[in-house]
T-cell receptor, first 113, second 114 residues
Framework: NAGVTQTPKFRILKIGQSMTLQCTQD?????MYWYRQDPGMGLKLIYY???????DKGEVPNGYNVSRSTTEDFPLRLELAAPSQTSVYFC????????????FGPGTRLTVL | GDSVTQMEGPVTLSEEAFLTINCTYT??????LFWYVQYPGEGLQLLLK?????DKGSNKGFEATYRKETTSFHLEKGSVQVSDSAVYFC?????????????FGDGTTLTVKP
């Protein structure tokens, strides 16, 4: 059981470039989340999904897009990278709202120059 | 909306000292409360949780009690070790939303010196 995996671990982008952050979980969790963590700050929710084919905006969705075609995968897309998107990105999943506990991936550290 | 406020860090302690990290929350529903820990270069992992008022969560010598009357969930440990150095996040999950979303505090960095 690998849990939640994220790729890449690190990435440097130039302003205006695009990229996709990958997130995969092998626990058959329906609920998945994308967060960003800025230095010295807590986690801010970007997007979330309650099942395949269903996604919704979180607290800070601007500049990002997501899709959820399978239960396992929840990729996050940055279309036009900006310096304000420099952050560490975490993907997480839960079994159900009843159990609550979030399982996190190891994160992707993104720098936009 | 929901919010979580943690005591500001960083916190530096000597080994075997007593640890308290304060956490208070605001929620409209009946949240579950959590403490997560983040070691350098890693994602967050659950340290302990409590799902209803007066519940005590405990793990690895850490404890926290769900106090509804003071809307608090303070983290304590009687004797810290160097290996406890990490960032600690208080969080809540409002199960009434049916989306399982969690709200996190800003984190408190703990450094334990030998």
């Amino acid at each position: 059981n690998a849990g939640v995996t994220q790729t890449p671990k690190f990435r440097i982008l130039k302003i205006g470039q695009s990229m996709t952050l990958q997130c995969t979980q092998d626990m058959n969790h329906n609920y998945m989340y994308w967060y960003r963590q800025d230095p010295g700050m807590g986690l801010k929710l970007i997007y979330y999904s309650v099942g395949a084919g269903i996604t919704d905006k979180g607290e800070v969705p601007n500049g990002y897009n997501v899709s959820r075609s399978t239960t396992e995968d929840f990729p996050l897309r940055l279309e036009l990278a900006a310096p304000s998107q420099t952050s560490v990105y975490f993907c997480a999943s839960i079994v159900s709202p009843r159990t609550d506990t979030q399982y996190f991936g190891p994160g992707t550290r993104l720098t936009v120059l | 909306g929901d919010s979580v406020t943690q005591m500001e860090g960083p916190v530096t302690l000597s080994e075997e000292a007593f640890l308290t990290i304060n956490c208070t929350y605001t929620a409209t529903g009946y949240p579950s409360l959590f403490w997560y820990v983040q070691y350098p270069g890693e994602g967050l992992q659950l340290l302990l949780k409590a799902t209803k008022a007066d519940d005590k969560g405990s793990n690895k010598g850490f404890e926290a009690t769900y106090r509804k009357e003071t809307t608090s969930f303070h983290l304590e440990k009687g004797s810290v070790q160097v290996s406890d150095s990490a960032v600690y996040f208080c969080a809540l999950s409002d199960r009434s939303t049916n989306a399982g979303k969690s709200t996190f505090g800003d984190g408190t960095t703990l450094t334990v010196k030998p």
